[in-house]
């Protein structure tokens, strides 16, 4: 599985981007579709999640400010981030949990894409 993150940038506070991510996964099925970001001496965190069936979850700091989608027929998962905050500035991750035939689920990543959010 190959993830294509794009869509960062730099932007002022108060504005919005959307992360997009796109899953090139011939034979294999996508599962839950994720992003995570990391700033800057900290650790990679869950930003938000969706699965197959279109359940979402946020980490807290996020709720109400971003939106995650994705289209399961064309393998993509979008990030819409408004109300921006300084904080937010780290590299985006996009990450698919996938399964190939009978085999377990594995966890997938695709290059970061960096938010810069200016103050």
């Known amino acids: 599985v190959q993830l294509q993150a794009s869509g960062g940038g730099l932007v002022q506070a108060g504005g919005s981007l959307t992360l997009s991510c796109a899953a090139s996964?011939?034979?294999?099925?996508?599962?839950?579709m994720s992003w995570y970001r990391q700033a800057p001496g900290k650790l990679r965190e869950l930003v938000a999640g969706i699965t197959t069936g279109g359940s979402t979850n946020y980490v807290d700091s996020v709720k109400g400010r971003f939106s995650i989608s994705r289209d399961n027929a064309k393998n993509t998962v979008k990030l819409q981030m408004n109300s921006l905050k300084p904080e937010d500035t780290a590299v985006y991750f996009c990450?698919?949990?996938?399964?190939?035939?009978?085999?377990?689920?594995?966890?997938?990543w695709g290059q970061g894409t960096q938010v810069t959010v200016s103050s």
């Open positions: 990450a698919a949990r996938a399964r190939l035939g009978d085999f377990g689920p594995k966890d997938y």
């Open positions: 996964a011939r034979f294999f099925s996508i599962e839950a």
